[in-house]
């Protein structure tokens, strides 16, 4: 889906996609060189993250082993709720594997902060990230990010996998929402 095909709900476009494609290929460079012989578990948080994890994955020249955890704190809002809530747990056991965490975006921080300490908390050899978009002036909780991608600035973005109450992943770049979409939703 285009922007076009929702312009009576975006205000701009923020992120084209040749600058996603662009930005997803050199991370993937950088963590073939730094993972190769590791074989690394790529972690993906849904549902946010999938079409990052796609476009990276294909992207990497490196053989890499793929699991999903569910995370949501969002719901239906574009305020984090403060709480963490797992949807679906990994099938993969991660003690004493290297870690690599593919995230859509950091905000608070706080599903990232919370993932990271529960895969140390599981035995993960180590955790690093790659996040595709960043809002620093929104954090919460400090967050560490080897692979970081766009800086963005305060404002709720969709596309590109990233949802406003579940709609909007489809568009193929990643746009600010009309603030008239969502007035009027519970603080
Ligand atoms: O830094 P934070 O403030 O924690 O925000 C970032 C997280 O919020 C979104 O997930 P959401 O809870 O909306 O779930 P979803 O990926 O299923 O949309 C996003 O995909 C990140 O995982
Ligand atoms: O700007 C955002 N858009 C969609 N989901 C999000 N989760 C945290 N920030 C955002
Ligand atoms: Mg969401």
């Known amino acids: 889906m285009r ?61 890499v082993q793929i699991d999903f955890m569910s995370l949501s704190s969002y719901g239906s809002g574009t305020k984090s709720s403060g709480t963490v809530t797992v949807r679906q747990d990994l099938s993969a056991d991660v003690r004493g594997r290297h870690i690599l965490i593919v995230e859509d975006i950091i905000d608070s921080g706080r599903t990232l902060a919370w993932l990271v300490a529960e895969l140390k908390r599981r035995g993960a050899a180590s955790v690093e990230v790659f996040a595709l978009l960043n809002k620093p002036s929104r954090r919460e909780v400090d967050v560490d990010v080897k692979y970081p991608g766009y800086e963005i600035p305060d404002e709720f973005v969709v596309g590109f996998g990233l949802d406003y109450d579940e709609h909007y992943r489809n568009l193929e770049s990643i746009a600010v929402l009309k603030p008239s979409v969502y007035q009027g939703e519970q603080a």
């Open 3 to 63: 922007i076009a095909d929702v312009k009576e709900d975006i205000d701009h476009e923020l992120v084209s996609r040749e600058q996603i494609d662009s930005k997803i290929q050199e991370m993937a460079a950088r963590v073939s060189d730094d993972y190769r012989d590791k074989n690394p578990l790529v972690i993906a948080v849904l549902k946010g993250a999938v079409n990052t994890l796609v476009a990276f994955t294909e992207a990497l020249s490196i053989p």
